[in-house]
């Protein structure tokens, strides 16, 4: 069964960081684009970053601020979000999604399920 799965969320007080893991079971990561994505209550979802299989990276406009890396790590299956400064509304459900191409930018096939963020002291 082919999955993705998110880890590393939960509560963390403003300015804190936070690493998000995505770990894929069933196919492996090296030839696929990986995106983070993110769904605040009763907003849409939008785009954070994206990291190509050669390791090119796209960011998606404000969503990034400066504050979240992205990164992965073929040998251990995994690709990653490094937030930084964490603010409160920075609070969003984060979501995985790998592309069946190498590059960003066409779309993604496979989704987490998600991993809850909350920033609140």
């Known amino acids: 069964q082919l999955q993705l799965v998110e880890s590393g969320g939960g509560l963390v007080q403003p300015g804190g960081s936070l690493r998000l893991s995505c770990t894929a079971s069933?196919?492996?990561?090296?030839?696929?684009?990986i995106g983070w994505f993110r769904q605040a209550p009763g907003k849409e979802r939008q785009g954070v970053s994206c990291i190509s299989s050669s390791g090119g990276i796209t960011n998606y406009g404000d969503s990034l601020k400066g504050r979240f890396t992205i990164s992965r790590d073929n040998a251990k299956n995994t690709v990653y979000l490094q937030m930084n400064s964490l603010k409160p509304e920075d609070t969003a459900i984060y979501f995985c999604?790998?592309?069946?191409?190498?590059?960003?930018?066409?779309?993604?096939?496979?989704w987490g399920k998600g991993t809850l963020v909350t920033v609140s002291s």
């Open positions: 069933g196919f492996t990561l090296d030839y696929h684009a």
């Open positions: 999604a790998a592309s069946i191409r190498s590059r960003c930018g066409a779309g993604m096939d496979y």
